[in-house]
């Protein structure tokens, strides 16, 4: 068993990926507080709005090692997240800080189902992509 | 007035109806493309659409995809115009033999409608045998062919629809439809029935309206359902004399001992007699527990640009002349404060300290980091220092004319607003004249000035951020910021106006103000006259609740939406309209009926914590038919062009006219699946209560705010949009679509009582075309806040002399605004009309009186929706486009 870049990359990944399962599972109940009313938009909105930037950042970080070491199959299964990363950030409403959500559209039932939605996906696909980095990692250890 | 409702339709003799003569040209089935409407809730998934033939040779063809892609109506080919010569002589030829008909208005009491110009007549659809017409006009329900019905439009103003509970102690309890409309008065079952109807669903709400009539209750205990915190209403249903089920999450509560007492007759027994019990629309003066601080006072403070634009435009000199007459009619307790700060390219503070002899001016040239210039003062209670205020409104108007500054600091001037009321609350007024280009939320203009009559508009959004995340501030310290623009150039209002559209103010404009200008003053004054007097709610809040099984989906106005149905106002005024989109989440098969209770908590300008609670009560109904057939088409129009107003700053304004337009085929086609005709091709059909639909819809497409083809400044179109969002709907529904009368022969028209019990002849309503113009006619439109008197060069002398004092049609001059006390009768009767007409607007209509050989006839002529302008389709052809389209 030989330490290969591989195998860093993959535990990296593990890493990574279970800070992205405590963001998605941290978007998903501050969404849900929103719904049934307890907490206040901008608030909400506030605590939430700089976690944005860095879970794209860590999320990019890792498939960019990915791609280093030549995981080009892990890399893409993330593609159309990292698409949909960028175009969201893209088509955010217009304001000065960093981050995506507005006190004064979430309240929107469509966003706020939207928000949600994506939270859940999103934390189901950490979560998937755990085991699989788990199994990546350990497989480049024995196949090294 | 509301009483007569339209003309019962007359039965046309099966001569009579002229076969429409798109059936020549059947619809092929080949050429359908997949085409995704952008469209509203209920049909936002991927449509077949069938593509009319418009080659006689049978083909299909996939032009349609770039006619509805288009920017603009899609132009009728010509060839298929001229290979049917018949169609417009057959559409005009409809109306013509039917003046015999018009013996139906002699009937009716009092009745003046028999003008020879005015004919109101109805083609019932050839495919319904006579019985079934019987039977449909008995249930309300008869329909109309729209193609063949050139005259639409009601005679009489058109009343929000009765909703019927079966009870009639019900139904005279529910909230009037003024104050509460739903756009069914009928709600379906489930999500699946309205999906079907293709029926948008919300509610359209005036709160804070001024009422003649209003209950006001004070007691100890407010009476609310333990779980959802619902008011007790007419619409609960009592257990026993001891208990109540809620009516929205049907709990079951006590009844204190207190409610059973009734105040009128001083006894206890059934809980029915009280004041709760009998009307929906309701005020409580709440307890202390009501209150998270002691209420506020009132506290009004003035923004005034005074930069050079601002000092030349000189709306200076009017805000000081109504604001010194008005002084002392300003809502307020003994506790009423007052300020001002001038800005232009710093900021001008007036110190009212006690002992002054005149108003101390201190100015802040940073304006990056703004600060105070002493702490106390600014804001000042208006009874200790009247004179200081009087002296300084005095001062005001000539005090800057030497002044050239270009700049304005209006981000830097409302952040000093913020930091002076964040301890009190209250309402800020700022006056803006030039585009705010220095300190914190400066801006650039942005509109090309070559592209406004383009058919994509840009820059609908806000540029930045800056007055939003401010207005947010703003709204947690219960202050609301108002905006008058009284702008010769861009000022770019998209993005400004976030100041007043997230702190629940509201946003005036008068568009190239000039103080010389008669009419923009006169509506300058009369605005803020209104402004100043009416009645203020301070630090409120707004609760919609509804019943179990639906949900508030999306909300309209200018609020802060701080919970899923609470809305924070810091403060409400009576003008101002609000609307939200309602979701039906859960089967309502089980229950009979279903409610909407919204609750306005707020402070009255005497300190005063009060509560006004609206109940409205829908019963529900199962089928297609039901639910199409209680369509309130007003209704359904002001939710679309609030929606629209979204569609187009989110999306473009593209998609939203076609957003439209689908709405409109969509809606029709699912009337046509539910009278079940079957294949047999009729004409374009429509129910009695949407038969105005398209109508209004098309006025939308040519209205200001989303209009394209025809050159519109950026800021006129991005207010009208706004005022789409915030107007309440009787205002929106004058604006989209003005009220046209016919003058000339007032003492031919029917006569009806004003408030005053005086008699008013009433003319009927004309639509808006050419075709009713008459050469030998006067006709007075009104928009709202401004009348248009429309002179035709043919009117007969006398009615010139006996309403104008002018001997003939040359002497009238162009530049007349408003209409002459004449004795004589026929100069009263106009008047009368006039002061009829605006009494139920919240300030006098501006009036014009427009020769039709003088430049200014355009204003009048474009608001002539039904014609076919430049690059808009008429109301006809636009139509012939719909039924192309209805399946
Ligand atoms: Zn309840």
Redesign the pocket.
């Given at each position: 068993m030989a330490f290969n870049f591989s195998a860093f990359a993959y535990i990296i990944a593990l890493i990574v990926d279970a800070f992205l399962i405590f963001f998605s599972l941290f978007h998903v109940i501050a969404f849900d507080e929103l719904k049934t009313d307890y907490k206040n938009p901008i608030d909400q909105c506030n605590s939430l709005n700089p976690l944005v930037l860095p879970e794209y950042i860590l999320h990019l970080l890792f498939n960019f090692i990915f791609a280093c070491s030549g995981e080009w199959f892990s890399l893409v299964l993330n593609i159309p997240l990292l698409a949909y990363h960028i175009n969201r950030y893209r088509t955010r409403p217009v304001m000065s800080g960093p981050g995506l959500y507005d006190p004064t559209s979430i309240m929107n039932a469509d966003v706020l189902t939207k928000c949600q939605r994506e939270g859940w996906i999103k934390l189901a696909f950490y979560l998937l992509s755990f085991f699989y980095y788990l199994y990546g990692m350990i497989y480049s250890l024995i196949s090294a | 007035m509301g009483t007569q409702g339209h003309a019962t339709p007359l039965m046309s003799q099966p001569g009579n109806v002229g076969i429409p003569v798109q059936n020549n040209l059947p619809p092929l089935p080949g050429g359908s493309n997949p085409l995704v409407r952008p469209g509203f809730p209920s049909n936002a998934n991927i449509q077949q659409q069938r593509v009319p033939s418009i080659n006689q040779d049978f083909s299909p063809t996939r032009a349609n995809t770039a006619m509805l892609h288009g920017n603009r109506y899609p132009t009728i080919p010509a060839q298929r115009v001229s290979s049917q010569p018949n169609l417009q002589s057959t559409y005009n030829q409809q109306f013509q033999p039917q003046f015999v008909h018009n013996q139906q208005y002699n009937t009716k009491p009092a009745s003046g409608y028999n003008t020879p110009n005015f004919n109101h007549y109805q083609n019932v659809s050839p495919n319904q045998s006579v019985v079934n017409q019987g039977f449909n006009k008995l249930w309300g329900a008869e329909n109309y062919d729209l193609l063949q019905t050139a005259n639409i439009l009601p005679p009489t103003r058109i009343e929000p629809p009765q909703i019927t509970l079966g009870n009639d102690t019900l139904n005279a309890a529910n909230c009037s439809g003024e104050i509460f409309r739903s756009t069914v008065t009928k709600i379906p079952e489930s999500q699946s029935l309205l999906q079907k109807s293709r029926l948008p669903l919300g509610i359209l709400i005036h709160p804070f309206k001024d009422l003649t009539h209003l209950s006001v209750i004070q007691c100890n205990v407010i009476v609310r359902?333990?779980?959802?915190?619902?008011y007790i209403n007419p619409f609960v249903y009592f257990v026993d004399s001891k208990r109540w089920k809620?009516?929205?999450?049907?709990?079951v509560?006590d009844l204190p001992e207190e409610f059973q007492y009734d105040p009128v007759s001083k006894t206890y027994g059934d809980p029915s007699r009280r004041p709760e019990i009998k009307s929906s629309t309701i005020e409580y003066i709440a307890p202390a527990e009501y209150m998270l601080r002691p209420p506020q006072p009132a506290v009004y403070l003035f923004l005034l640009d005074v930069s050079r634009l601002a000092v030349e435009s000189g709306y200076l000199h009017l805000f000081s002349k109504v604001l010194l007459e008005e002084l002392v009619n300003l809502p307020g307790d003994s506790r009423m404060q007052v300020g001002f700060i001038a800005f232009d390219s710093c900021l001008h503070f007036f110190s009212l300290a006690e002992g002054l002899s005149q108003p101390h001016e201190m100015m802040v040239l940073d304006i990056d980091d703004v600060f105070l210039p002493c702490p106390d003062n600014l804001l000042v209670n208006l009874k200790d220092r009247m004179e200081l205020v009087k002296d300084l409104l005095n001062q005001l108007p000539s005090r800057y004319n030497n002044s050239y500054d270009n700049n304005s600091a209006l981000g830097a001037a409302l952040q000093a607003a913020h930091r002076m009321m964040s301890a009190t609350g209250g309402r800020v007024t700022v006056f803006q004249a030039s585009l705010p280009n220095v300190g914190p939320g400066a801006l650039t203009a942005r509109e090309d000035p070559n592209q406004r009559a383009s058919a994509e508009v840009n820059n609908l959004k806000p540029a930045n951020d800056f007055y939003k995340r401010l207005a947010l501030d703003c709204s947690s310290h219960q202050i609301a910021v108002d905006l008058f623009i009284v702008n010769s150039q861009y000022v770019d209002i998209a993005t400004i106006s976030g100041i007043s559209r997230f702190s629940g103010g509201c946003i005036y404009h008068f568009p190239l103000f000039k103080f010389e200008r008669p009419i923009l003053s006169e509506k300058l004054t009369n605005s803020l006259r209104r402004y100043i007097t009416r009645k203020i709610g301070f630090e409120a809040v707004m609760r919609i609740r509804c019943t179990r099984g639906m949900s508030i989906h999306t909300f309209h106005g200018n609020f802060f939406v701080r919970s899923t149905d609470l809305l924070s106002l810091p403060n409400v005024n009576p003008d101002s309209g609000y609307g939200m989109q309602v979701s039906i989440d859960e089967n309502l098969s089980d229950v009979e009926n279903v409610c909407f209770q919204a609750a306005l908590l707020y402070t009255s300008s005497k300190g005063e914590r009060r509560i006004r609670v609206h109940t409205l009560c829908l019963p529900v109904v199962s089928t297609l038919h039901d639910v199409i057939n209680s369509a309130d088409q007003q209704c359904i129009i002001g939710l679309l062009a609030k929606m629209a107003v979204d569609r187009s700053i989110e999306s473009s304004l593209s998609d939203a006219r076609e957003a439209f337009i689908n709405v409109a085929i969509d809606i029709l086609s699912s009337y046509k699946l539910s009278l079940n005709l079957g294949s047999t091709p009729g004409g374009l059909l429509a129910p009695n209560c949407l038969k105005l639909l398209p109508l209004y819809i098309s006025a939308l497409l040519k209205n200001q705010a989303f209009r394209t083809g025809t050159s519109t400044r950026l800021d006129d179109r991005v207010q009208a949009m706004f005022e789409m969002k915030t107007k309440p709907l009787p205002w929106l529904i004058q604006s989209i679509y003005p009220d046209l009368y016919p003058v000339h022969n007032l003492e031919e028209q029917q006569v009806i009582l004003n408030m005053m019990e005086e008699p008013v002849h009433v003319p009927p309503h004309l639509q808006l075309t050419s075709r009713l113009i008459d050469n030998n006619g006067a006709y007075l439109m009104d928009t709202g806040d401004h009348m248009m008197l429309y002179i035709c060069s043919g009117v007969s002398q006398v009615f010139l002399k006996e309403c104008l004092g002018v001997p003939n049609f040359n002497m009238l001059s162009d530049q007349m605004y408003e209409i002459p006390t004449i004795e004589n009768q026929a100069n009263q009767r106009l008047i009368s009309l006039i002061d009829y007409l605006n009494s139920e607007k919240p300030h006098r209509a501006t009036i014009q009186i427009i020769k039709d050989n003088s430049p200014s006839r355009s204003v009048f002529l474009e608001r002539l929706i039904e014609d076919r302008v430049e690059n808009a389709l008429s109301y006809h052809e636009f139509l012939q486009h719909i039924k192309a389209q209805v399946k």
């Open positions: - | 359902c333990r779980a959802c915190r619902t809620c009516n929205l999450c049907y709990r509560n």
